[in-house]
């Protein structure tokens, strides 16, 4: 039997989609467990990604990993489950791990894949320099999916959904304000990103970087020099001490491809590189590179996305 | 405010990364190992600016073996007061926090720190699981960190954004960029670290609950392939009708 553990507060995001996915992988006997507000017709939605059940606590806001790790302790012991799954993202890494301690489950932080034959785990480690295969000894293991490791897959039909409450106690952190620019792709869930470095000289020459990306439905990223400097905010700083993504398509611009930011782009499935000197490093690490003019050859790529989206309707 | 920071080793961003022991075990040799960056430029420094601001005591704890007394030394350069190894050979996280939640139980901390993960393993589950262990609240991610009497406020990283919340100590915060500005130790510093007392206690007999059965480099890209900087047409082309990716 797996649990897996959803945060559906605003509603089933990708990576709630993919780690059900990841959790009808493993077993034929998925139960979800979640808090927060959307709606029992959207949360019945995650029996056709493999749920036999919802369950889902309306009081718990999902601020605090305490409550939520007594809550899915609460649930895993419940329905008996061998293994929880949770998403690696803030809420996993915040409560998988006071879970793991809870239940005296082996935790495999950050998996990139189902479990191979020998029951090991394969994760990221060196920051994306390599990969590692985690066996877990305890009876029950904890598994936290990185986003975008595995596609959501539609395999059964909508599920029942219940309500649960009394399990998670209080909360110990309130929350004073919550700041959210709208209208942009959080970082970590885009499957499409679009990045600049220093090769644009300024922070006035970002427009174009924005244009592709709306161009292309991409979020923005930048380097760590253009984060450290103010350029840019420090959300978007991608690399081995800022943010690591793995998105299909990663498109940078103006960047060398240091050691340390090739360290937080290497799981991307697709990477374009635009330099003007044919010398820089992170050519060794693309598919496609184009040697040129950031300013020239960025306006030409949108002008020719947006044709290609012309025709795609 | 008593503060204790968790600090690890970690190699040399620059390390080159092999394996040895047929592929089950990383190899040292000529590695340069550093303190955690998140847990020295971020957890370490604030702890630091906290004492100096409101006063208090900040001690450092690390799990590891007499090697590690370089990093140790380091973080005590920069301006811990005191430090504790816990004597061990850590296989995995959970050891790693029974060990220190175990000896931070008794000791009456108003705040634990760590880093938000080490740049080795990435696994971001130290600090949780001492939360857990030790039956406190945990705030992860947080960018920005003020106390005032038992109260702290802090920011922390949400998926899209940031927020604001409020948490009465002790309690265990793990830390990222933003919290602090990286400290570089000066001579006096250096001088002062050697004869800070670093006190080393054996570690407790602890079952592990993971281990890396074997490691492997990531398949290398093929050859990039070159594409006209004046025909992006060509580019988009194919990027959705080979790479697939659009």
Known sequence: ?313 | MNILVCISKAPDTTSKIAFTNNSTQFDENGVQFIVNPYDEWYALVRALELKETIGGNVTIVTVGTATDEAIIRKALAIGADEAVRIDADPKDAYFVAMQISSYAKAKGFDLVMTGKETINYNGSQVGGMIAEAMDLPFVSLATKLDANGTKLTLEREIVGGVQVVEVQTPAVISCAKGMAEQRIPNMRGIMAARTKPLTVIPAEAVEDLTSYVTYSMPNAKSSVKMIDPSNMDELVALLHNEAKVI
């Not at chain 1, 990576?15 to 979800?32: H, I, M, Q, R």
């Open chain 1, 1 to 313: 039997m797996v649990l897996v553990y959803i945060n559906s507060t605003t509603g089933l995001s990708k990576a709630a989609l993919e780690t059900v996915t990841y959790g009808k992988k493993l077993s034929g006997d998925v139960t979800v467990i979640t808090n927060g507000s959307a709606s029992n017709e959207q949360l019945a939605q995650l029996g056709e990604y493999g749920a036999s059940k919802v369950l889902v606590d309306r009081s718990v806001d999902g601020e605090d990993p305490q409550q939520l790790a007594r809550l899915v302790a609460a649930v895993a012991d419940q329905v008996s489950a061998s293994t929880v799954i949770f998403s690696h993202d803030i809420y996993g890494k915040a409560v998988a791990p006071r879970l793991s301690v809870r239940m005296k489950a082996g935790l495999v932080a950050g998996a990139i894949a189902v479990p191979e034959a020998d029951g090991s785990v394969k994760v990221n480690v060196f920051s994306g320099k390599a990969v590692g295969f985690v066996k877990v000894a305890s009876a029950k293991q904890i598994i936290s999916l990185l986003p975008n490791s595995i596609q959501p897959e539609k395999t059964g039909s909508a599920c029942s959904v219940e309500e649960t409450s009394g399990l998670a106690g209080a909360s110990a952190i309130s929350v004073l304000e919550t700041k959210k620019p709208e209208g942009n792709i959080p970082l970590p869930e885009a499957e499409l990103v679009v990045s600049a470095g220093r090769g644009l000289k300024g922070p006035e020459n970002w427009g174009m970087i924005e244009e592709l990306a709306t161009a292309l439905g991409a979020a923005t990223a930048c380097s760590r020099p253009v984060a450290d400097i103010g350029w840019r905010p420090h959300h978007e700083h991608v690399g081995q001490t800022g943010v690591a993504i793995r998105p299909n398509l990663y498109i940078a611009v103006g960047i060398s491809g240091a050691i340390q930011h090739l360290a937080g782009v290497n799981g991307s499935k697709v990477i374009v590189v635009v330099n003007t000197d044919t010398e820089a490093p992170f050519f060794k690490a693309a598919d496609y590179g184009v040697v040129g003019d950031a300013f020239e050859v960025i306006p030409r790529l949108t002008e020719a996305v947006k044709r290609f989206k012309a025709t795609q309707h």
